[in-house]
T-cell receptor, first 109, second 118 residues
């Protein structure tokens, strides 16, 4: 089976940096995704890590350490529109995704 | 990225009726689509994997006779909630992969359907 843990909620200031951690246990690792979800909307794809290291995409970066069962999503130069839930998801066999509970990020002015 | 649509976006129905939700891949063919359910302030839970031309694969605890899935073409999967009850009220979201895109492991989500059963 799979188990995913991420903080429930985080608050940060506009212009700052926030790091959202995700730890997981899985019997077989096939990749880890980060999605952004605004309230009442569907998730949108942010990043995908399958190898160890850092993937950078503009203001968003994602890091993976498979040996530690650990990933983080880094959001830089926070904007008000970044207030949303951020979902860590593990890919299983058959391309199925198991989602963590999500981290609600609130950006304050 | 790939575009996935869902219809309707919102539906309100009476208890005991059936509701059909459509999921379409607009600019690609998807042999596999996934159906998720999300209750308020909770994360997405996979309900079933929809396979074109064959039976859907349901997750443990999901009643296949209550949640009927049909994947009749490479661009359309439907989820029918039969004899809906208030506890079925939820946000239903589908996703699909475009196997021809680089990063083909990525699932792209539809905009979701908010079902309210009175």
């Amino acid at each position: 089976g799979q188990n995913i843990d991420q903080p429930t909620e985080m608050t940060a200031t506009e212009g700052a940096i926030v790091q959202i951690n995700c730890t997981y246990q899985t019997s077989g690792f096939n990749g880890l995704f980060w999605y952004q979800q605004h309230a009442g909307e569907a998730p949108t794809f942010l990043s995908y890590n399958v190898l160890d290291g850092l993937e950078e995409k503009g203001r968003f970066s994602s890091f993976l350490s498979r040996s530690k069962g650990y990933s983080y999503l880094l959001l830089k130069e926070l904007q008000m529109k970044d207030s949303a839930s951020y979902l860590c998801a593990l890919k299983a066999a058959g391309n199925k995704l198991t989602f963590g509970g999500g981290t609600r990020v609130l950006v304050k002015p | 990225g790939a575009v996935v649509s869902q219809h309707p976006s919102r539906v309100i129905c009476k208890s005991g009726t059936s509701v059909k939700i459509e999921c379409r891949s607009l600019d690609f063919q998807a042999t596999t689509m996934f159906w998720y359910r999300q209750f308020p302030k909770q994360s997405l839970m996979l309900m079933a994997t929809s396979n074109e031309g064959s039976k859907a694969t349901y997750e443990q605890g999901v009643e296949k006779d209550k949640f009927l899935i049909n994947h009749a073409s490479l661009t359309l999967s439907t989820l029918t909630v039969t004899s809906a009850h208030p506890e079925d009220s939820s946000f239903y979201i589908c996703s699909a992969r475009d196997p021809k895109l680089a990063g083909a492991d990525t699932q792209y989500f539809g905009p979701g359907t908010r079902l309210t059963v009175l």
